[in-house]
């Protein structure tokens, strides 16, 4: 399965600290997404890194991608009690039965 | 945000009933999903549509079935609804397989 694995499962943080999310997967992709979850609400998309980049940035998110090691990275910096969410990575890859498929998430809580 | 709307929101019904959900959108992209959410598992797939009338199956879906006779619209039926189909299920849009997915808000489903 090319399924994302998040790690930690779950991350409590103080606000204004950096909160640092991990994601595995274990065949090629043609790329990778990060998604949010607030309770009781939809998923978010935040970010896509293809497979032939190495780091993206949007705000307050730095994302990374290691091919060789296939895993990726979610830094939050300086983080606020908003950013209390599910987070997800979802992994693309094209060919036969391709679809988007979806870790178990990563629970971040961010203390005032 | 993508204009996605879920109906109903919440519903409980009983085992062996036909139960539909609704997702309409606003934002004429192709392609359409029916998730489901559970605890463990994370978000899995059930159906996609790739555009009206064409549709093909997901990881999980034994048990239900989708219609799509307008690009606005993806409907998903559970025949006869069991136990094990209480769940929060969701409905995604995007303009391509390799795109971000634009979420619902989600319809919690309980069956006793």
């Known amino acids: 399965s090319q399924q994302g694995e998040e790690d930690p499962q779950a991350l409590s943080i103080q606000e204004g600290e950096n909160a640092t999310m991990n994601c595995s997967y274990k065949t090629s992709i043609n790329n990778l997404q990060w998604y949010r979850q607030n309770s009781g609400r939809g998923l978010v998309h935040l970010i896509l890194?293809?497979?032939?980049?190495r780091e993206k940035h949007s705000g307050r998110l730095r994302v990374t991608l290691d091919t060789s090691k296939k895993s990726s990275s979610l830094l939050i910096t300086a983080s606020r009690a908003a950013d209390t969410a599910s987070y997800f990575c979802a992994t693309y890859r094209s060919g036969a039965n391709s679809k988007l498929t979806f870790g178990k998430g990563i629970t971040l809580s961010v203390r005032p | 945000d993508a204009g996605i709307t879920q109906s109903p929101r919440h519903k409980v019904t009983e085992t062996g009933t036909p139960v539909t959900l609704r997702c309409h959108q606003t934002?004429?992209?192709?392609?359409m999903y029916w998730y489901r959410q559970d605890p463990g598992h994370g978000l899995r797939l059930i159906h996609y549509s790739y555009g009206v009338k064409d549709t093909d199956k997901g990881e999980v879906s034994d048990g239900y079935s989708v219609s799509r006779s307008k690009t606005e619209d993806f409907l998903l039926t559970l025949e006869s609804a069991t136990s094990s189909q209480t769940s929060v299920y969701f409905c995604a849009i995007s303009g391509d397989f390799n795109q971000p997915q634009h979420f619902g808000d989600g319809t919690r489903l309980s069956i006793l």
């Open positions: 934002e004429n992209h192709r392609y």
């Open positions: 890194i293809r497979s032939n980049e």
